[in-house]
């Protein structure tokens, strides 16, 4: 895929960054850190879900997809991916805005774990009252 000209979005989830890569004029192969989609994302309906704006967008198949992930779980990288592949359509074709904003495909999730509290077990789990 290398010297081919693509279009670039970077998509970020928890602790997960992805950066992603479409090519055009592909036949839709999907390739996460050097492995191909499918063997990267194992669990049922990752691949689909982090492909998602493409198919929202009638592309799907046409482009070749190349992505750098890091940090962060299973989850949070899958949702990374969504966000970086709906931001190089927003890059490709600005036309597409409106269904990738409907489907709530270009919005960060901001939520993250929340810290750990002093005199708590963790964030918010207290310990056992004990009256005596």
Do not use: H, W
Request: hydrophobic content about 35%.
């Amino acid at each position: 895929m290398n010297g081919r000209q693509y279009v670039e979005g970077i998509g970020r989830r928890k602790e997960a960054t992805a950066r992603v890569r479409l090519y055009a004029g592909g036949a839709g192969t999907v390739v996460i850190n050097e492995k191909p989609g499918s063997e990267y994302l194992v669990r049922m309906g990752d691949l689909d879900a982090a492909l998602l704006p493409l198919r929202l967008c009638g592309m799907e198949g046409s482009f070749d997809v190349s992505v750098k992930v890091q940090g962060g779980g299973i989850t949070g990288q899958t949702d990374a991916i969504k966000l970086g592949v709906a931001r190089a359509i927003l890059k490709l074709d600005p036309e597409k805005r409106p269904i990738l904003r409907q489907a709530g495909l270009l919005t960060r999730d901001p939520r993250a774990k929340e810290r750990k509290k002093p005199g708590l077990r963790r964030a918010r789990k207290a310990p056992t009252y004990t009256k005596r």
